[in-house]
């Protein structure tokens, strides 16, 4: 099993510019969940999907913020236009969950994450 | 908002000891897990604990839950070097895991 795969690993880009990373969950799990980490907030939860449907996006920050998942097997965060306050690690989290009431009931697998570095 | 609070938020130990990390949240919770980070790397996941269980053990891992006082704790024995990592406890509400501020374990060789 390869686990969470993230792409790009590292990403340095000017004020401004768009930035798309990429996720590969693991196969056979059907939530997602991007989280994003700095040293002022801690991790902070963006977005998840359940069978790749966006449930809560209440931790997207702005609009220029947007994610997609068009399968289950892959899933992009993208920023546009990219501001230096975004500079963080954003990590993808996969996992086996069920949206019910009282959940989730199970743990999350996280890739490697990707630090994002906005001059 | 953070819902979980890690303390102490660094802790530094020698190898060989015990190292005990301590989490309080403030809302009712269905389940309490514990993850680990290493520097640079994304994180880990250690054990799940559900609301109705008090304790948990996994290897060198115990963990206890206190639902009446909202709070757990993670005992790591007889501690490694290798076990030196950031320690982040998140709780389970709405379908979405909180996580906390986290604690920076430095096990001394």
């Known amino acids: 099993d390869a686990g969470v795969i993230q792409s790009p690993r590292h990403e340095v880009t000017e004020m401004g510019q768009e930035v798309t990373l990429r996720c590969k969950p693991i196969s056979g799990h059907n939530s997602l969940f991007w989280y994003r980490q700095t040293m002022m907030r801690g991790l902070e939860l963006l977005i998840y999907?359940?069978?790749?449907?966006?449930?809560?996006d209440s931790g997207m920050p702005e609009d220029r913020f947007s994610a997609k998942m068009p399968n289950a097997s892959f899933s992009t965060l993208k920023i546009q236009p990219s501001e230096p306050r975004d500079s963080a690690v954003y990590f993808c989290?996969?996992?086996?969950?069920?949206?019910?009431?009282?959940?989730?009931?199970?743990?999350?697998?996280f890739g490697p994450g990707t630090r994002l570095t906005v001059l | 908002s953070q819902q979980g609070e890690e303390d102490p938020q660094a802790l530094s130990i020698q190898e060989g000891e015990n190292a005990t990390m301590n989490c309080s949240y403030k809302?009712?919770?269905?389940?309490l897990q514990w993850y680990r980070q290493n520097s640079g790397r994304g994180l880990v996941h250690l054990i799940l604990?559900?609301?109705?269980?008090r304790e948990k053990h996994s290897g060198r891992l115990r963990v206890t839950l206190d639902t009446s006082k909202k709070s757990s704790s993670l005992l790591i024995t007889a501690s490694r070097a290798a076990d030196t990592a950031s320690y982040f406890c998140?709780?389970?509400?709405?379908?979405?895991?909180?996580f906390g501020t986290g604690t920076l374990l430095a096990v001394q060789p």
């Open positions: 604990i559900r609301s109705n269980e």
């Open positions: 998140a709780t389970g509400q709405r379908n979405k895991l909180i």
């Open positions: 989290a996969s996992s086996l969950e069920f949206v019910l009431a009282g959940g989730p009931y199970n743990e999350q697998f």
């Open positions: 999907f359940n069978n790749n449907v966006p449930i809560d």
């Open positions: 809302t009712s919770i269905n389940n």
